[in-house]
């Protein structure tokens, strides 16, 4: 079936660090994948997708590429900011269903 | 702001009550979706509805149950409640049926079972 699997958080950095959260997926055919963040005390909401392979998708610094040969969808962002303190869900959508994973814990320290 | 909103913002009730969850989808979408957030099972897709149907079912229990009326608006009727119940509940919205849309979630509802 298909499935999200991402890193285990939570993740603690310091400002200005490189950031990589993975996320690993398995569907058939050609899922969509997402990131969603959800900051504290909000729901979730969309941070960047890609809907087909080597796509890139980016939004606030972050990126994100859709690699069908590693099944993957690594988040990245050159700099973090204690603002980006949040937690990330790694999504695919397939057909009318969307699996989320469990989603990662970022704590940026200033 | 999502343009997705949800009523009561929190809820706190007893055991073996039973509970209504308001969802008001963004203009214009026709999908809502429902979720469960609790800390130990993270984020657990419940049911969604689309232009008034059921289109896809997730881990909701038979204790629980929702439907979409003709304005769209989307409500989550939970009963016998129990202590595992209480969790954040977020509604979500799209503007067809699922797909490559974006999900546009709501600010969530609160329960505490006591």
């Known amino acids: 079936g298909n499935s999200v699997t991402q890193m285990e958080g939570p993740v603690t950095l310091s400002e200005e660090a490189f950031l990589t959260i993975n996320c690993t997926y398995t569907?058939?055919?050609?899922?969509?994948l997402f990131w969603y963040v959800q900051y504290p005390g909000e729901g979730l909401q969309l941070l960047l997708k890609?809907?087909?392979?080597?796509d890139k998708g980016s939004n606030k610094g972050f990126e994100a590429t859709y690699r069908k040969e590693t099944t993957s969808f690594h988040l990245e962002k050159g700099s973090v900011q204690v603002s980006d303190s949040a937690v990330y869900f790694c999504a695919l959508t397939r057909g009318d269903k969307i699996i989320f994973g469990k989603g990662t814990r970022l704590h940026i320290l200033p | 702001d999502s343009g997705v909103t949800q009523t009561p913002k929190h809820l706190i009730t007893a055991t073996g009550q039973r509970v209504t969850l308001r969802c008001s989808p963004r203009?214009?979408?026709?999908?809502v979706y429902w979720y469960q957030q609790s800390l130990d099972q993270g984020l657990q897709f419940l049911i969604q509805?689309?232009?008034?149907?059921?289109?896809a079912k997730g881990n909701i229990l038979e204790r629980f149950s929702a439907q979409q009326f003709p304005d769209l608006h989307s409500e989550l009727n939970l009963s016998s409640l129990e202590l595992g119940d209480s969790a954040l509940y977020f509604c979500?919205?799209?503007?067809?049926?699922?797909?490559?849309?974006?999900?546009?979630f709501g600010p969530g509802t609160r329960l505490t079972v006591t």
């Open positions: 569907a058939t055919g050609y899922p969509s």
């Open positions: 509805y689309y232009n008034g149907e059921e289109r």
């Open positions: 979500a919205s799209s503007p067809t049926n699922g797909g490559v849309d974006e999900q546009y």
């Open positions: 203009s214009g979408d026709l999908s």
């Open positions: 890609a809907t087909k392979a080597d």
